[in-house]
């Protein structure tokens, strides 16, 4: 799918992100042409924003896509109240099984991911490794959110901690 130059993409592993430009490069006598994207960094110490390139070509593999819509959010957002869940009792089954929702780039699988380890939190203590992971998911999610409906991140974060119970 073509994406105009300054609209804003998902990128699964890193949240949304900017369409900053389009690039020319040869690669092995083949001119291919790279999506330039602009990625804001957080966490402690971080600097500026990450610049990713990728083939134009290959966007829709890779997984970028256009944030979801206003009604998708909402659907979004029924997921995270759904409070009867099962998830795996064992750790590294749920973490991988949570670990391959967050990979998939899906935006109804990471609030998944967002609500089961809210719940656990709720009732125990997340391990560190689920905490940065929840740190993660919800990072994921709200960046999504907010651009979904036009609003800062705060307002997406309240909206997702009011669906959670929070």
């Not at 001119?31 to 110490?45: A, D, K, N």
């Not at 409070?83 to 967050?102: C, G, I, T, Y």
């Not at 125990?124 to 979904?148: C, D």
Request: proline content about 3%; charged content about 30%.
């Amino acid at each position: 799918m073509p994406y105009a130059i300054g609209s804003k993409v998902v990128y699964p592993s890193h949240g949304v992100a900017q369409l900053v430009g389009r690039e020319k490069r040869k690669i092995d006598g083949t001119t291919v042409t790279y999506l330039v994207l602009s990625v804001p960094q957080r966490g402690w110490g971080t600097r500026g924003d990450l610049k990713v390139s990728v083939p134009e070509d290959r966007a829709d593999e890779v997984g970028i896509r256009e944030a979801v819509s206003a009604e998708d959010a909402a659907d979004v957002l029924e997921v995270l109240a759904v409070r009867d869940v099962r998830v795996p009792a064992n750790w590294s089954r749920r973490f991988k099984n949570h670990q391959e929702k967050l990979k998939s780039g899906d935006v109804f699988a990471c609030a998944e991911v967002v609500r089961n380890l809210a719940i656990r939190l709720r009732n125990a203590k997340l391990s560190t490794a689920e905490q940065s992971m929840y740190a993660n998911a919800r990072y994921l999610l709200t960046s999504e959110l907010a651009v979904s409906w036009d609003v800062d991140q705060e307002e997406a974060e309240a909206r997702i901690d009011k669906a959670l119970g929070v």
